[in-house]
């Protein structure tokens, strides 16, 4: 049974810095790409940061320069740093993922989300 699980979220002050972290939790399967996502109440769903199968990265504007995307393949996880963080950027953020045991079957999977608010 994979698992995509989500963790790193809190509450920290402006200016400050978190890391969340995505774990496709199984065995037998690649972490192909990996999307960020986050939606604050009253607004949709944004799609913030991505990561390729080749480790490309992009970014949303609202989050260039502030957030970076990494992965670690042997342990199935990928990382986004969040640094100089601003109130705009409280949110519930999503990790999605294509997981599968080879590129012929792959499935794409969504986190439950994890709770960001930048508050002073």
């Known amino acids: 049974q994979v698992q995509l699980l989500e963790s790193g979220g809190g509450l920290v002050q402006p200016g400050g810095s978190l890391r969340l972290s995505c774990t496709a939790s199984g065995s037998g399967f690649t972490m192909y790409a990996v999307g960020w996502h986050r939606q604050a109440p009253g607004k949709q769903r944004e799609l913030v940061a991505f990561i390729s199968s080749v480790g490309m990265t992009n970014y949303a504007d609202s989050a260039k320069g502030r957030f970076a995307m990494s992965r670690d393949r042997a342990k199935n996880t990928v990382y986004l740093q969040m640094n100089s963080l601003k109130p705009e950027d409280t949110a519930v953020y999503y990790c999605?993922?294509?997981?599968?045991?080879?590129?012929?079957?792959?499935?794409?999977?969504w986190g439950q989300g994890t709770q960001v608010t930048v508050s002073s």
């Open positions: 999605q993922a294509d997981l599968g045991r080879s590129s012929w079957s792959v499935e794409r999977y």
